[in-house]
């Protein structure tokens, strides 16, 4: 019984169960935490683990009225649109029976809201952390050495140097901040402010008329003191993210992508406006979680031009058969990757920043190297089909080009110990020892993920991608969202049993963005682990080359379940 895995190497399921273990109402000791486990690859039939989102909170959004809105990473990542819509880790039903609902008393809300910010004082420091009884949720702040004692100022929205631009600013479109597309850092709390943002910056909560929230774990009271519920009509796909993933306890950072898109003032142009790829993408991605139509088609409201040079991947939970399976998981990315001209047959380096791991082995890592080069998951797909009934190898022996040229970030329990807020603080990062001790884990290729910003944990989720053909002209790119490295985030293309033709099964709901980096940007690489193209377009939050683990078990990574 020891081998017997009940979430199916689904670290999401882990993840889940162990929150939900950690937050049960004291007067429901005895209510149990249902779980459910895969071992055929054709169960997800049943489809995502979470009901779409009611309806009818959307038809209370008046169409006409102008959208902002933030996207935060699901399994708490990080690529944010304006207007857009936050890439979920599972749409659900349920949370906060009054906000889910919609049966909102604003003004009574905002009144008890400004009643309990009365009775407390933010703190403004890592020293007037260190030390105090926080609210629920909030992380204690373990001492750190060396941890940074400036108290940042937070500054007006600057003007921002768009991908493959540093030092010119964006054009200034009808006012809007970035209007070309920008990713930066998540502000922390006790860190100089350099080229980061903070929600504060993101929602301009005096001129939010509409923001659509999604996220993998909500703070309502926070949430809410950041939103002025009296001006604000807000849709609920889940929940909306918490005060740790922005800064604002000092402990962990993260990496968002923003852009921001000028309404089409000509309403007579609406109903003809012809979105972009990343446009039909984005609304492709709100019909599935269930949203209502007309806020879908609100869409067409916007110009969408400045996006075409942008790709939206998204993951959708649930089973995707006939022609559906190109467009979402890995098989999407490799589908955006050709379309935006970056496919090659050529070797690539992979650089893959991550929160949590699953059940990972070769197969999966092979999806995704396939994805990264432009593939739309056959090419694995044919290899695993050929090699049915025959041993199973381990990753090594599978996949020898990988060790050097895939690496994936994440933390060890040292890293994690040694940061601002300690073990406290690593409880939304995930691997498991069994996952991580088998033969097929790629052990390996996983380098220690620390932060730039020292003392700092990352919930960032990115993939750093170049070509390693120097005389190949084509860009490098990333991906940032919301996905980690696990088959539940990219999903497994399978044979259909009814049909004998190919399906792709996903369990999670994600979305990020495929961001291309000027070819001229590119050359000069010397290294596998030369991230430098890079610096001018996209942070790169982790110091690199990081420190290997190894294929021996002698250094441990962060076992959340164990701590």
Known sequence: MDDYDPFDGDEDAALRHAIALSLQEADEPGKPVELSSDDDEDDLERGPAYPPTPKRAAKEVEESAPATGTTKPSSSSSSQMTPSAQQPAAPAGGGSGGLSAFGLDRKKMEEERLARAAKRKMPHGPDELDGQEDRRRRVKLDAAPGAATATPVVPAVPAYSGPGQKGAAQGNVRGLPYPKGVVKKTWARGYPRKDDINIEEVLQKDELELAMISSFQWDEEWMLSKIDIKKT??????????????????????????????????????????????????????????????????????????????????????????????????????????????????????????????????????????????????????????????????????????????????????????????????????????????????????????????????????????????????????????????????????????????????????????????????????????????ENSIPVPMTVPGDAYGASASKRPWLFLEN
Request: a neutral charge; proline letters at 3%.
């Open 233 to 534: 009509k807000m849709v609920l796909v889940a929940f909306a993210s918490g005060e740790a993933q922005w800064g604002e306890t000092g402990v962990m950072e993260n990496v968002v992508f923003l852009i921001d898109l000028p309404l089409i003032e000509d309403e007579s142009r609406w109903s003809s406006n012809t979105l972009t790829n990343f446009g039909e993408e984005l609304r492709y991605f709100l019909q599935a979680q269930g949203l209502d139509g007309s806020l879908v088609n609100s869409l067409r409201k916007y110009d969408f031009s400045e996006t075409d040079r942008y790709r939206l991947v998204h993951t959708i939970g649930q089973t995707h058969v006939g022609e559906s399976w190109q467009r979402t998981g890995y098989c999407g990315l490799g589908r955006a990757v050709t379309s935006l001209g970056l496919g090659t047959s050529s070797d690539i380096d992979v650089d893959f920043v991550v929160a949590s791991l699953g059940s990972v082995n070769a197969d999966l890592l092979g999806s995704i190297y396939n994805a990264a080069q432009g593939d739309n998951g056959m090419k694995e797909y044919e290899e695993r089909k050929q090699r049915v009934g025959k041993k199973k190898k381990t990753s090594a022996e599978n996949m020898p080009a990988l060790a050097t040229r895939f690496r994936i970030y994440f933390p060890s329990q040292d890293t994690v110990v040694q940061s601002r807020g300690g073990k406290n603080a690593g409880g939304t990062i995930c691997v498991q020892s069994k996952w991580w001790d088998s033969p097929s884990f790629p052990r390996e290729l996983i380098r220690d993920c620390k932060s730039v910003r020292p003392g700092l944990l990352m919930h960032s989720k990115i993939m750093f991608v170049r070509h390693v053909q120097s005389g190949e002209s084509k860009a490098a790119w990333a991906y940032v969202g919301s996905a980690n490295l696990s088959e539940s985030a990219w999903g497994r293309l399978v044979k259909d049993k009814a049909t004998g033709q190919p399906k792709l099964n996903c369990r999670n709901w994600e979305c990020g963005v495929v961001i291309p980096v000027p070819a001229e940007a590119t050359a000069g690489g010397s290294s596998h682990t030369d991230l430098t193209a890079f």
